[in-house]
């Protein structure tokens, strides 16, 4: 399923692409995004080295992983402004991740792009089960997956290490179940 392209809301998703390196840098290298996000602050070289591997990981067969970027829904306004990822992990099961740039904050673009995924997942991939491990201070990302429908589960202790320090994670997941029951399955086109 190469290459792929989503879209719902205000936002499409599309594979990543070798320019999208600065974009990405603006997200990966920005301390206001990464202080959420399960790793450091990264410089360019990084970015570059994400992107290629994003590249090569999408034209895997089978694929593992579908980490897309997100744009505004706008055709002629393909930059990316953003990312979600799907990870294949365990028998019909996903982990979900999503960020988006500082400067696109609070347009829902994030809401938009976890429901485009989720409606990839459980409709197009067969998913069962996906997950989203959100650190606890990030009010905003738990207000995303609930307005979603994803159920609280837990805290992960000492999840991630960021900033020379540990950090627990707060664990939400949806089934397919949950999707369909919602109506959520005919929410994005």
Do not use: C
């Not at 809301?9 to 390196?21: A, H, K, M, T």
């Not at 090569?56 to 930059?79: C, F």
């Amino acid at each position: 399923m190469y290459p792929l392209r989503l879209t719902g809301g205000g936002v499409s998703l599309r594979e990543f692409r070798p320019d999208d390196v600065d974009d990405v840098l603006g997200i990966i290298g920005d301390d206001r995004v990464t202080s959420w996000l399960s790793f450091d602050s990264r410089d360019r070289s990084q970015a570059a080295a994400m992107v290629s591997t994003v590249v090569a990981r999408a034209q895997e067969v089978p694929r593992q992983e579908y980490y897309l970027a997100v744009t505004r829904a706008k055709p002629s306004d393909d930059r990316l402004i953003g990312f979600a990822r799907l990870a294949l992990d365990g028998v019909q099961a996903a982990k979900l991740g999503y960020a988006i740039a500082a400067d696109h904050w609070g347009h829902r673009y994030a809401t938009d792009a976890v429901r485009a995924m989720l409606q990839f997942g459980f409709g197009t991939l067969g998913l069962h089960r996906v997950s989203a491990a959100i650190g606890p201070e990030n009010q905003s990302s738990i207000a995303v997956v609930k307005r979603i429908g994803l159920t609280y589960e837990g805290r992960i202790r000492h999840h991630v290490r960021t900033n020379g320090e540990w950090r627990d994670s707060l664990l939400y997941s949806i089934l397919d179940e949950d999707w369909v029951r919602a109506g959520k399955s005919e929410d994005v086109g």
